[in-house]
């Protein structure tokens, strides 16, 4: 399975950006432990960016060439139609990851433009919800049940 890691704006800070929000690894080592993570079971390749057009881009992109995507767009999740219409577009399946739980902060985090079009959305568990959605998501592209 090939699957592509989108991380949207100001996640490459990850690290030294509020880190008692978000914790204290860099984006590649979250990136790093999951491509330990996956093993065998999925070749893992991670895309970056602060802008919302170079997101669409890749996500458009990956038609054909990937199987499936996981993706924190960020700030992205709450602004971005065209993020939205990018996943729903591009028909692979796409589980949604936050680090922080959106529904404790700031109400302008409760709605996600991205979620609607995805097969499901993990947050609140930091960087360990990049391995829970590629466990979800491998499990829903075999069509099995986690640990079978
Ligand atoms: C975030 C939550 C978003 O509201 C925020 O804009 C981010 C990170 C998270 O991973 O918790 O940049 O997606």
Request: contains cysteine; charged residues 20%.
């Amino acid at each position: 399975m090939k699957i592509l890691v989108v991380n949207g704006p100001n996640l490459g800070l990850l690290g030294k950006r509020e880190p008692e929000i978000y914790g204290s690894e860099t984006l590649a080592e979250i990136i790093s432990r999951l491509r330990g993570y996956a093993a065998d079971r999925a070749e893992i390749q991670d895309f970056q960016s602060d802008i919302e057009g170079e997101i669409v881009h890749a996500i458009g992109s990956a038609m054909n060439v990937f199987d499936g995507i996981i993706i924190n767009p960020a700030a992205y999740t709450h602004t971005s139609v065209a993020v939205r219409d990018a996943i729903a577009g591009c028909g692979l399946p796409t589980v949604e990851v936050h680090l922080s739980n959106v529904h404790k902060r700031e109400s302008f985090r409760h709605e996600s433009l991205t979620a609607p079009v995805c097969v499901g959305q993990i947050m609140g568990f930091g960087s360990n919800g990049y391995q829970l959605a590629l466990d979800a998501l491998l499990a829903h592209l075999n069509n099995r049940k986690i640990g079978e």
